[in-house]
């Protein structure tokens, strides 16, 4: 329903895999990458709103809606760490696997999205190990347990009082060391759950202005809100800016709302294809990289690994793979699963049901 979304959700999903693969570069191009986060915390409350929103007010409770978010994101998740779990031994089989026994833990705490402390991640490098962009997920989940759980009581007036404490939580993220610019690591993992709270709960009241179709006129054509997009990316000061910063993470949810508008006919089955795979390309990405990394090394041709060759090589091959991803093994997985535990699902909006193929 929402094309122009689905196409910048893609082109986010884009700057992501840029900012993993040559992350220092980008930053000089793209200072504010960061606020991805924030973009795609404000469009999660947008879309969820769209399709849980009714159900929760008819009683879907928070375990009904867990069980379908779960069906959603494991699938895929899951082969996320296959394939970082794979590489890794495939790296052991010729210089050894250090820390075996951490390296169990980890695969064990990543299937359960538990976050490691350091002296327990396998390498000590990252709360989760084996997928760099899991502590985005961990706080969608948290904060999507919160608002399910709330259902019905969360009224516009309460909802406000949400989006009020975000605000607060953003003042005082920007006030750390680390801004807003991390929450990935151990000494600021805290910073993604002081962001997910103002991005999501502002997207649902973003999404409630236009369901009852206020500001009409706020409506930007697909070009208008990639311009809009990479404006608030490019020109953040390099050195940050807290004005800027805590402005940049605020307008998100204004520019979610402001990319509802339509797009030329021609191009709906391509934005929407597109935004099918944003997920899969968004959760594989970091793993098919750590993957590519290692085996371009090995083939013995020098240009391979050139940033001018392996880049668009890994962005082709993450694309790729997540195209097959979502139609040979995410599809008919959450089919089944769908179907076997949540049989109840009888919701026809967009991301209710995996056998339509449609995005949540």
Known sequence: MFITIEGLRGVSVLIVMLFHSVGQYVLHLLPGAFFIVDFFYA????VLSHVYGARLAKGLGCRGFM??????IYPLYLLSLFIAVG???GIALTRGL?????????????????PLVQSLAWRHHHPYPFNGTTWTLLWELVVNIIWSTLG??????????FIAIGVAMLVFALSLPAGLEHGGAFSNFHVGGLRVVYGFFAGIAAYRLWERGYFPWLRLPFWGSVSALMAIICLRPVNGNFVYDLSAALIMPALVFASTSTVPR????????????????YILNFPILLALDQILPRLGLPFLTSA?????????????????????????????????????????????????????
């Open 308 to 360: 001018v060759v392996r880049v668009p090589l890994f962005i082709a091959l993450t694309f790729a793979a997540s195209y097959a991803a979502d139609r040979w093994l995410d599809h008919p997985m959450r089919v089944w699963l769908s179907r076997k535990f949540a049989s109840g699902n009888r919701g026809h909006a967009p991301g209710d049901r995996p056998a339509k193929r449609e995005n949540s």
């Open 67 to 72: 069980r379908l978010r779960l069906i959603r």
């Open 87 to 89: 590489t890794n031994l």
């Open 266 to 281: 021609r191009l709906i089955p391509m934005f929407a294809g597109v935004g099918r795979i944003t997920y899969a390309a």
């Open 152 to 161: 019905p009581r969360l009224t516009n007036r309460l909802l406000v009082v």
């Open 98 to 114: 250090p820390e075996p026994g951490l390296f169990l833990v980890s695969i064990v705490a990543s299937v359960l999205l538990v």
């Open 43 to 46: 469009l999660s409350g947008f």
